[in-house]
């Protein structure tokens, strides 16, 4: 759709850092997609900090660019488009909603399954915004959608 930025080519820094898009880039949409390396991300842009995530959904390989954001027990998280999963920007972390065994009211409360999103750092400079791709020594779910070759496979959005 028309709000959703899409960054050029990236550029790669002496730090291994990689340029993505400009700070104005997210005046409209507070989101851009780009590849970084093979890698497919998305970067968002809430209350001023920048978060960059794999772009496929750990669950199924959705395409979480196109995630609504909401604000879920106190973290900003990306609701999947697909089957409404939901990641917290900052962490990465998986969030289920469910009742506490020891709550007598079983009132639902929200539980975190661990990290499940590949998360990757961010840095602002000189109104550019990079990210250095995260340890990939570690792995996470999100790892299993996140090469090219994979979408282009699958054919998917
Ligand atoms: Fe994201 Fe299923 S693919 S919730």
């Not at 989101?31 to 998305?42: P, S």
């Not at 289920?96 to 399954?113: C, E, H, N």
């Not at 590949?118 to 790892?143: E, M």
């Amino acid at each position: 759709g028309q709000w959703l930025g899409i960054s050029a080519a990236p550029v790669a820094d002496d730090d291994g850092s990689v340029l993505v898009a400009k700070e104005e880039d997210f005046k409209e949409s507070k989101r851009i997609r780009t590849t970084v390396k093979d890698r497919e991300l998305v970067v968002f842009y809430n209350e001023g900090q920048y978060h960059a995530l794999d772009l496929r959904c750990y669950h199924a390989g959705g395409p979480l660019h196109l995630g609504d954001i909401e604000d879920i027990g106190g973290q900003t998280c990306v609701i999947c488009p697909w089957h409404q999963y939901t990641i917290a920007l900052a962490t990465g972390e998986g969030l289920y909603q469910g009742s506490d065994p020891q709550d007598p009211l079983r009132t639902k409360k929200w539980f975190s399954k661990g990290v499940k999103q590949r998360v990757h750092n961010t840095t602002v400079k000189n109104g550019g915004v990079y990210v250095t791709l995260s340890d990939t020594s570690i792995h996470f779910d999100s790892d299993d959608y996140a090469c090219e070759k994979l979408k282009e496979s699958e054919n998917t959005v």
